[in-house]
């Protein structure tokens, strides 16, 4: 199972930066995670000590059931990029106290963030061109056309778990 180390941190009611991790398994909640984008997502949960552990890869249209708990932080990236996806329009779901102790499941889409124009845009132009060194026939500034071969490296390269779970992105 692929591990990611790196520990996020949340702001509370209270303001203070908490670590997102799982806290108990006191009352189960029985998920349906339903994939709504285009692209294939990767599902990952935070265990007992804030560490990002995979699941299983989703593909569009996909749903994946899961028996979970209420306490229990998931999160959602695109397979290819480690963009973040979101549901409800959060980063980190857990599953609300009236979904806790239910005899069905309760379905939960993932979905795409709303995005700035800019990584829109080049998320749009990097699935356009051949290979990275397109990038810099575009006439853009310097800047833009290196950023735009990063995205489509991160497009182009056949995404692995391992990959995925050392993504900062």
């Known amino acids: 199972m692929a591990i990611n180390d790196e520990l996020v941190y949340e702001v509370n009611e209270k303001g203070e930066n908490v670590l997102v991790q799982s806290i108990n398994?006191?009352?189960?909640?029985?998920?349906?995670?339903?994939?709504?984008?285009t692209r294939a997502v990767d599902v990952w949960w935070r265990d007992f000590a804030g560490k990002k552990r995979f699941y299983e890869r989703m593909e569009p249209g996909a749903f994946y059931d899961i028996?979970?708990?209420?306490?229990?932080?998931?999160?959602?990236?695109?397979?290819?990029?480690?963009?973040s996806y979101v549901i409800n329009n959060k980063i980190v779901f857990r599953a609300p106290e009236r979904a806790g102790d239910l005899r069905y499941r309760t379905n939960?889409?993932?979905?795409?963030?709303?995005?700035?124009?800019?990584?829109?845009?080049?998320q749009t132009l990097a699935s356009l061109l051949p290979n990275p060194h397109a990038a810099s026939e575009l006439d853009l500034p310097n800047v833009l056309s290196r950023e735009l071969a990063e995205v489509v490296i991160k497009m182009r390269?056949?995404?692995?778990?391992?990959?995925?779970?050392?993504?900062t992105w």
């Open 157 to 167: 390269r056949p995404p692995t778990v391992e990959d995925q779970a050392e993504n």
């Open 67 to 83: 028996n979970s708990y209420l306490t229990h932080p998931w999160e959602f990236t695109d397979a290819t990029t480690g963009e």
């Open 108 to 122: 939960w889409n993932i979905t795409v963030p709303v995005r700035t124009l800019k990584s829109t845009a080049m």
């Open 25 to 37: 398994s006191d009352h189960q909640a029985y998920l349906r995670f339903t994939n709504r984008t």
